[in-house]
């Protein structure tokens, strides 16, 4: 158990509509990454937050936001949904030189 | 553009035998490697890192290898177990640049220890 807690643990939506990812880091962990998994794909960095605050983008959608509250926890949202944003999304918390601590994952399943 | 290749999509290996994975990468920014493992339906979890400054990190079963000329690690499995059958991720972290404070992934390769 890495400490990290990601709720739902499976998620079926449809085309067009509108989804969170909630994830709750380590204790003591001030960092949140959020990383997005499609199938045959590694594993790609989408956003990171330091203690409320943006800190790093990768490969983002404009559709996909995400923010980081007061007691740490994080949110993922992904707006108007299509087939290609089915995939596996992982939130982690750092950890200090890379060593990022991931929680079990998100599957997102868009129809 | 993968930064961070990992071309062999699976290993097969017998029990008690040596495991060896191996990652290539191309940014020069990179500064800090770490290797992942990961179980069907569990996230990744941190197995073994190394610092660009050194060249060898051993802990227990588990030897990484960096060669910075090459831009190649390698990842030891020594002796391999039938538990050690997962998805191997590499993952470097960045120094400088765009790559910054962000870990970028290999694509993984599926290990198979077999009894």
């Known amino acids: 158990d890495s400490g990290v807690t990601q709720t739902p643990k499976h998620l079926i939506t449809a085309t067009g509509q509108r989804v969170t990812l909630r994830c709750s880091p380590r204790?003591?962990?001030?960092?949140v990454y959020w990383y997005q998994q499609s199938l045959d794909q590694g594993l790609q960095f989408l956003i990171q937050y330091y203690n409320g605050e943006e800190r790093a983008k990768g490969n983002i959608l404009e559709r996909f936001s995400a923010q980081q509250f007061p007691d740490l926890h994080s949110e993922l949202n992904l707006s108007s949904l299509e087939l290609g944003d089915s995939a596996l999304y992982f939130c982690?918390?750092?950890?200090?030189?890379?060593?990022?601590?991931f929680g079990p994952g998100t599957r997102l399943t868009v129809t | 553009d993968q930064q961070v290749k990992q071309n062999s999509p699976s290993l097969s290996v017998q029990e008690g035998r040596i495991s060896i994975l191996n990652c290539d990468y191309t940014?020069?920014?990179?500064?800090?490697f770490l290797w992942y493992k990961k179980y069907p339906a569990e996230g990744p979890t941190f197995l073994i890192s190394i610092s660009s400054i050194k060249d060898k990190n051993e802990d227990g079963r588990f030897t990484v290898f960096l060669n910075k000329s090459a831009k190649h690690l390698s990842l030891h499995i020594v002796p391999s177990q039938p538990g050690d059958s997962a998805v191997y991720f590499c993952?470097?972290?960045?120094?400088?640049?765009?790559?910054?404070?962000?870990?970028?992934f290999g694509q993984g390769t599926i290990l198979t220890v077999h009894p």
């Open positions: 993952a470097a972290l960045g120094a400088g640049g765009t790559s910054y404070g962000k870990l970028t």
């Open positions: 204790s003591g962990d001030l960092s």
């Open positions: 940014n020069s920014m990179f500064d800090y």
């Open positions: 982690a918390s750092g950890g200090g030189a890379g060593e990022q601590y």
